[in-house]
């Protein structure tokens, strides 16, 4: 029946009006996949805009006749987008291997971001095998990081899902809640307040072994042994110097 309805978008809708900037957007982040022995071989150079073999442009009109259907404020809100991805999954884990994506902000954000299912206050990179939200938003996330989402994007819509799915009946979630990791407004001042006090301790030291110093040559000078000598007194006097300037 949906390869039906897609036929016949395909066959009743302009190609001018089905290949709009949502559909090229969608295709812009996928990747050209070619049959080669009965096996899909992605490409790392080629988007399904330019995947000229057969499978490529099998996808390439199924994804223009589905978003064809779409409403404007769908395509506009990126759902449409994301729901025709989520539907292209669920028939084929291996599809998601059709997207690109950010991976250094997606691994960002997997280590940073609080598991809301009870994980033990864990990220969702650290969540057990069995939890299934982790997998979810896994997925999830390259698909937004792939749309454009940056990253308060991405983490604003995760916490919108998160909220409707965990915290029903319960006081919702908020962003500083699932941001792990994250600066404190007075985080820069601890190193600030170390450096001073290992500043204070080191000329504590010095100020203390100049004294020591100073009082046993003061000992051997009272005691009849020979005077500071010239270099010694010329020493002591830098010391003192470089700890009150």
């Known amino acids: 029946m949906k390869a039906i309805v897609i036929l016949l978008a395909m ?10 900037s949502a559909s090229d957007q969608l295709l812009s982040i996928m990747r050209c996949a070619c049959d080669e022995g009965g096996e899909r071989v992605f490409s790392d150079k080629k988007s399904l805009l330019d995947c000229e073999c057969a499978l490529g442009q099998s996808m390439r009109a199924r994804i223009q006749a589905f978003m064809a259907l779409q409403s404007a404020a769908d395509k506009e809100s990126k759902d449409a987008q994301l729901s ?18 950010p991976k250094h902000r997606h691994n960002s954000l ?6 809301s299912c009870g994980c033990g206050k864990m990220a969702l990179s650290q969540c057990p095998l069995d939890c299934p939200w982790s997998p979810v938003y896994q997925r999830r996330f390259k698909f937004l990081l792939g749309l454009g989402f940056d990253d308060a994007g991405a983490l604003g819509n995760y916490l919108k899902h ?6 029903q009946g319960k006081t919702p979630l908020t962003m500083d809640d699932i941001i792990l990791n994250q600066d404190k407004p007075l985080s820069w001042l601890f190193p600030v307040i170390v450096g001073v006090l290992a500043v204070f301790i080191f000329a504590g030291i010095v100020i203390r072994r100049s004294n020591r110093r100073l009082a046993a040559l003061r000992q051997d000078s009272e005691a009849g042994e020979p005077a500071i000598s010239a270099l010694d007194r010329e020493m002591l006097s830098d010391e003192l110097d470089d700890i009150g300037g």
């Open 11 to 20: 066959l009743l809708i302009p190609s001018s009006v089905a290949a709009d």
């Open 162 to 167: 998160a909220n409707k799915v965990h915290r």
């Open 84 to 101: 025709f991805l989520e539907n292209l999954m669920t028939e084929d884990p291996a599809n998601e291997r059709y997207i690109t994506y």
């Open 110 to 115: 997997m280590k940073n971001t609080l598991c």
